[in-house]
């Protein structure tokens, strides 16, 4: 089996490699722009497939078209199993049944901290829409290969995620969730990840993988934390 092998975006192509594949991992985007494709294929072939997008108005299309043709065919889409979306997924998925509504935030040094992150993070949105403006970024980006090595990333990198829980129509909160991620080789997370199909096909979320995902990622180091208030 080769190791690399070279694909168009072309039905063919996209149809053998989700056949082939026990899981499809897409880490290609923009996927609004490159991965439509892919996720039709494996939606056709009844493939598992997981993809690290933060698009949230390509996954609402992706399942608008290929919910009902995924749960035809069996095949299990997990869009958005990023840092920025499986904590929160896993923290939902303590409190399912709860009606809950999640509200993340950045909290802020000063009320003026607030206000500058919220107007550059506009702004930013904003420039990024001209050709000009990402090729002045692409200028001054520091260049490939002058960067920490993986192993280096594992033992200094950190992250951490605040969950707040509000059941629909209360002011109080109703749950507090908690995950870390500090010097956690993701990737041995992953390993061997399954979840149990006898439910048949669909597009989930990354908390559908349950239990077992949770504890997978407590055994390689990430903290997971939710208590009921």
């Not at 494996?42 to 992706?62: H, K, P, S």
Request: hydrophobic share 40%; net charge negative; glycine share 10%.
């Amino acid at each position: 089996m080769k190791e690399i092998e070279v694909l168009e975006l072309e039905e063919n192509d996209l149809d053998r490699l989700a056949l082939n594949a026990r899981v499809l991992i897409n880490a290609i985007d923009p996927y609004h722009r490159f991965s439509s494709p892919v996720l039709a294929a494996c939606t056709r072939n009844g493939a598992f497939y997981v993809d690290c997008t933060t698009e949230t108005l390509w996954i609402q299309d992706m399942i608008g078209k290929y919910q009902s043709g995924a749960i035809d065919s069996g095949a299990v889409i997990i869009p958005a199993m990023s840092l920025s979306s499986s904590p929160p997924g896993i923290i939902a998925w303590h409190f399912r049944g709860n009606q809950l509504q999640q509200t993340r935030y950045v909290p802020p040094a000063s009320r003026f901290a607030a206000v500058t992150i919220q107007a550059l993070t506009w702004i930013g949105t904003i420039l990024l829409a001209f050709p000009l403006f990402r090729s002045l970024l692409g200028n001054i980006a520091i260049p490939q290969g002058i960067g920490p090595t993986i192993e280096n990333s594992r033992t200094v990198e950190s992250v951490e995620f605040k969950t707040v829980g509000f059941v629909e129509g209360e002011d109080a909160p109703r749950a507090n969730g908690y995950v870390c991620l500090q010097g956690v080789n993701r990737a041995k997370a992953a390993e061997n990840e399954g979840r149990d199909l006898s439910g048949g096909g669909g597009i989930f979320t990354p908390s559908s993988l349950g239990m077992s995902f949770v504890e997978r990622l407590r055994k390689v180091g990430v903290v997971i934390e939710a208590e009921n208030l």
